[in-house]
T-cell receptor, first 114, second 113 residues
Framework: NAGVTQTPKFQVLKTGQSMTLQCAQD?????MSWYRQDPGMGLRLIHY???????DQGEVPNGYNVSRSTTEDFPLRLLSAAPSQTSVYFC?????????????FGNGTRLTVT | AQTVTQSQPEMSVQEAETVTLSCTYD???????LFWYKQPPSRQMILVIR??????QNATENRFSVNFQKAAKSFSLKISDSQLGDAAMYFC??????????FGTGTSLTVIP
């Protein structure tokens, strides 16, 4: 049972480069989300989705795009990387119809933008 | 927007002692869910305990228990018989019925041998 799989674990980008963080889950969860974690700021929601074809913005969406073409996959795209996007990124999923269910997290991606 | 506040950036506890981590939240909803997550240095996010707002009984999971005060909007985590493996960052989280989760800024717990 893989749960939530995030790749890569580490990434270094130069300013202006683009990349995609991959996220896949095998639990048939409707809800998927991306967070960034910065020291002293906790986890902040970037984008989320409640099902295939449906996405919405979270608290800090600028500079990021998402799509949800299947239930399993929810990639996060950085369009033009900036040093302010240096952070640890988490993908997480949860059943949408069981509100007492927790978020299931991937192992995170540490991204450094130079 | 809902907010979750963890007012203790850092805490420390002697091994085998008890420590309580604080969490307060702001909401106008009556139905919601609360969680505590542990993040050890490995960066993995691990669910510690959960509480449904409609339940008056405080949740317990082995050495971990909560003190849920709905009227005060308080959700503290008590760790009994602290162990070295409990050293981690702890995050309080709130889930509204519309799926979104909101996290506090975390409390870094040090366990002193």
């Amino acid at each position: 049972n893989a749960g939530v799989t995030q790749t890569p674990k580490f990434q270094v980008l130069k300013t202006g480069q683009s990349m995609t963080l991959q996220c896949a889950q095998d639990m048939n969860h409707e809800y998927m989300s991306w967070y960034r974690q910065d020291p002293g700021m906790g986890l902040r929601l970037i984008h989320y989705s409640v099902g295939a074809g449906i996405t919405d913005q979270g608290e800090v969406p600028n500079g990021y795009n998402v799509s949800r073409s299947t239930t399993e996959d929810f990639p996060l795209r950085l369009l033009s990387a900036a040093p302010s996007q240096t952070s640890v990124y988490f993908c997480a999923s949860s059943p949408a119809r069981r509100a007492n269910s927790p978020l299931h997290f991937g192992n995170g991606t540490r991204l450094t933008v130079t | 927007a809902q907010t979750v506040t963890q007012s203790q950036p850092e805490m420390s506890v002697q091994e085998a002692e008890t420590v309580t981590l604080s969490c307060t939240y702001d909401t106008s909803e009556s139905d919601y869910y609360l969680f505590w997550y542990k993040q050890p240095p490995s960066r993995q996010m691990i669910l510690v305990i959960r509480q449904e707002a409609y339940k008056q009984q405080n949740a317990t999971e082995n050495r971990f228990s909560v003190n849920f005060q709905k009227a005060a909007k308080s959700f503290s985590l008590k760790i009994s018989d602290s162990q070295l493996g409990d050293a981690a960052m702890y995050f309080c989280a709130y889930r509204r019925t519309g799926n979104q989760f909101y996290f506090g800024t975390g409390t870094s717990l040090t366990v002193i041998p």
